[in-house]
């Protein structure tokens, strides 16, 4: 036993006064009386057993000196060891996921489940500290152990159910790394249940509870949505969809494509009970924009019936050809829709070089490579660190890298080529294309430039009336120009936390400003932190940047979970042991309701009751 | 090791003037009511019960050799042929008795007991004299006083003022035998009377005293004089009583509990003592020291039909 305020024991000292007043004689009010012949009589009947006066006079002493040691102690607030108390560590693990927002007969699980983690903290007895812990994608402790109810029910009321999934396990490995305590830890899991079981860890000191909610159970939810231009036609975009039907009957669904907030088509799925339905859907938007998918289906969860995406839109690469003539290149350039082509002449350049993306020479090169992103056909500059060492006849294409962005779609073999540049070997190139040993296309990259060689004239080939002409040229151009972002096309995942490099990524709209501002789906906005922006997406809908008065489409995120949308709750605590022993379930036991020192000035209070008592039927002789 | 505590007295109005011209005015004013009340009942002024010569007739009584035949009644001897004799009541002076308690009881009280009691034995002695009745004032306390100049005997209203002055003289002290008082008395007196007897009876043998003057033939009435803080007293807590007769001390812890019981111990000796006094025809009456004198003299007058 400890003390939380050891100096109060000095009120110990309250004994010795206590005892003197005791011993010395009882100085008493003197009153006349005309006569003590009634007061003889009546005290004759009255001290019959002197023995117990004296009894009495000792107990009031006893019981005097009793209550000031209550007092004391109960100033000093003694602590307990938690095994003599029975006191608890308790973990409140309440689900925030998505499925938390069913709707039930009294309210969303969610609030069901605060009411009832609420219970929990209530419940807490002398002793007992608790964690919060708000599971979503990530678990967040919302409060760390405190004994403070006040202050667990605040941070409890500050739990938001999340739109994404809730990763038990994650929560599972936090109780892994409690530090040691001697109390019993009791672990309440508030939540539906409607997960697949994970592993728990197995201890003699840990305890499990389940507390569920909710009762509804059918659910029909879109469980994927993805949309992707098409490479060969910007403009032209893909749409994917999934939905999912968690009832006991086959399901009629109408689905409803939206971009852009207007509809832009509209569909009937059916999907047999248990099933899922897959549609790839073929659209067309020249400013791409929002893109939303909306299932119509009166079930108890309706978040996972809408389904957002951010289609970017497209934006053309801006290219120069610096000319000597070469109208097939020139022709491949300009029939290109992603492209916005300047010919060049080469008395143009470098003056207006910097606002292109990518710059292509022609068997024309300047005598310095220029900054930015550049192509050289047949020739180029000698500070390039690629010098030549004489001509090389009737090449071939034998060797090229198929998995490489640049020869996507490429069918080389059998082009004729008359005569090429064999080249030393350089460091920082890259091969992509070879006649044997003699690099015919080399790539050279660095974090600010790109550079593409090709040590042959097309011209002096058949390559320009081949397919495989354009599209190298357009590979190469996207590939340059920085438009094969494959991310770019993506929506982040609900929980992840997106930093600045990251919003950069998503914004489609390539503005030298970052957004200051972010505006969560609910319209809630995030100031950015210069420094270190980040944002939390926790919320399935659109995000906007706000740059200035300008207000920028970021990312789109979606719940599109299969595990969320099955939203059966489980009959039985969703854990399984780690090991072979079986998970201990919470049971009752002794507890003290408050901290020793209420309960010590409550018998200090009986016993100045019993004092008053004794002192009302004390007669000294 | 502790220091007496001061003492809580109920005797500080003692200083204040026992006989002052108000109460002259008051002692006057009862005459007169008295007068009113016992008008038409009075002869010169007082009737004694002593059976002797004068014009009232009393009885008739059975003749005896020896008689006065003048007192023969011929009427009825000629209506029943006996003989009777016409008995008349002796008119004489009135002897009035007024026995004072001066115990040290009497010290006692607020209003103080023993102003109070001086003041009715003054009221008493006053009407008694303005009757010309003989007063006779006999304080005791545990005995009576031995010499004739300890006590007071007067007849006419001129000695009022003597008789003031000597309830004035009086002092309340010393301890109380009231039973061998008046034993004392009713055997040394041999004129019978009116014996009133003022005290607080705080003697467990009053009621033998009360009997002795009784059974010597003396008229007895009994005023019983209490204090409010001795009916009603406003004691509590840790306490060292000093009783103001004995001397003697009492520690004693007073709660609410034992202040009931003494009020229904001293209620049931009061009730005892009248209930004694009226069983054996004694006049009685109680007086709380709170209530003016005067009232007690009307009361005693109208209802105890006393002087009568």
Known sequence: MTFALPTALLFFGLFVPVILL???KQRRRRVEVSTLMFWDKILRDEQTVTSLTRLKKLLSLLLQLIFIALLTLALARPLFSGKWTGARRIVILVDASASMLVQESSGTRFELAHKKAADVVRGMSF?????????????????????????????LDKI????????????????????????????????????????????????????????????????????????????DFQVHIEV?????????????????????????????????????????????????????????????????????????????????NDLFLERALATDEGVDLTVLGGD???????????????????????????????TWPSDLGLPPKGALEKPLFTDWDREHPINRHLALQNVSIEKGVAVEKASGFIPLASSFNDPLVLLKESEKQKVLVVTFDPGNSDLPLRIAFPIMIANAIRYLGGLEHGERWQNPPLGSILSARDL?????????????????????????????????????????????????????????????????????????????????????????????????????????????????????? | MTAPSKLESFRDDRAEPLFDDNFLETLEYLHIIARKILSGQMKAERRSRQKGVSVEFADHRPYSPGDDFRFIDW???????????????????????????????????????????????????????????????????????????????????????????????????????????????????????????????YDANSMAGLNALRYQKFE??????????????????????????????????????LLKRYRRTFGEYCEGLEKFCRSSELGYVRCRTDRPFEEIIIQMLRKERFLQ
């Open chain 1, 22 to 24: 005791y011993l010395l």
């Open chain 1, 127 to 155: 002793g007992d500290t608790a964690m919060l812990v708000a599971v979503g994608a990530e678990p967040e402790i919302a409060h760390p152990f405190s004994d403070s109810r006040k202050d667990l029910k605040d941070a």
């Open chain 1, 160 to 235: 938001k159910p999340t739109h994404g999934e809730a990763d038990f396990s994650k929560a599972m490995r936090l109780l892994d790394e409690l530090p040691a305590d001697e109390r019993q830890t009791h672990v309440y899991l508030v939540s539906d249940g409607a997960f697949s079981p994970v592993s728990a860890p197995v201890s003699t000191n840990l305890h499990y509870a389940f507390l569920k909610v909710g009762e509804a159970s059918e659910n029909v939810g879109i469980t994927a949505f993805q949309v992707r231009p098409l490479p060969a036609s910007p403009r």
């Open chain 1, 244 to 324: 999912a039907n968690e009832t006991d009957k086959e399901q009629k669904v109408p689905l409803e494509l939206r971009i852009a907030g207007k509809l832009a088509d509209a569909y009937e799925l059916t999907i047999p009970s248990g099933g899922v339905v897959n549609r790839t859907l073929r659209q067309y938007s020249a400013d791409g924009g929002e893109v939303e998918a909306i299932i119509e289906s009166r079930d108890a969860f309706q978040l996972d019936n809408h389904a957002y995406a951010m289609l970017p839109p497209p934006r053309k690469t801006k290219v120069a050809l610096v000319d000597t």
């Open chain 1, 348 to 378: 143009d350049f470098p003056r207006k070089t910097n606002k292109f993306d990518v710059v292509v020479f022609t068997r024309w090169a300047p005598e310095k490579t220029p900054e930015g992103n550049s192509i050289f056909v047949a």
């Open chain 1, 504 to 621: 950069d990524k998503f914004n489609p709209i390539e503005t030298e400003s970052m957004p200051d501002t972010v505006i969560e789906p609910g319209e809630k906005r995030i100031p950015l932190n210069v420094t270190e922006p980040l944002v939390a997406v926790h919320y399935a809908g659109f995000y906007r940047g706000l740059s200035g008065t300008n207000e920028i489409p970021l990312f789109a995120a979606n719940l599109s979970s299969r595990t969320e949308s099955k939203i059966k709750p489980a009959e039985k605590l969703p854990l399984k042991a780690t090991g072979n022993a079986p998970l201990a379930e919470i049971k009752g036991g002794f507890r003290l309701g408050s901290e020793p020192w209420f309960f010590l000035v409550l018998v200090a209070m009986m016993l100045s009751t019993v004092e008053w008592g004794l002192f009302h039927r004390r007669v000294i002789e």
């Open chain 2, 75 to 201: 009427n009825v001897f000629f209506r029943t042929d006996n003989l009777f004799l016409k008995l008349f009541e002796e008119e004489e002076d009135l002897y009035i008795y007024i026995l004072l308690d001066c115990s040290g009881s009497m010290d006692f009280g607020k209003p103080y007991k023993f102003h109070y009691i001086r003041r009715l034995a003054a009221a008493i002695g006053y009407l008694g004299l303005a009757g010309l009745d003989r007063v006779f004032i006999i304080p005791f306390s545990s005995a009576l006083p031995k010499g004739a100049a300890q006590m007071l005997s007067a007849r006419g209203k001129g000695k009022v003022f003597r008789m003031l002055d000597f309830l004035q003289g009086l002092k309340g002290t010393g301890p109380t035998n009231l039973s061998a008082s008046l034993r004392t008395f009713a055997g040394s007196r041999r004129k019978r009377g009116l014996a009133i007897v003022l005290s607080d009876f």
């Open chain 2, 220 to 257: 007895v009435f009994a005023i019983h004089c209490v204090s409010p803080q001795e009916t009603n007293p406003e004691l509590l807590g840790d306490l060292r009583l000093h009783d103001t007769e004995t001397g003697r001390f009492r520690d004693v812890t007073l709660t609410e509990t």
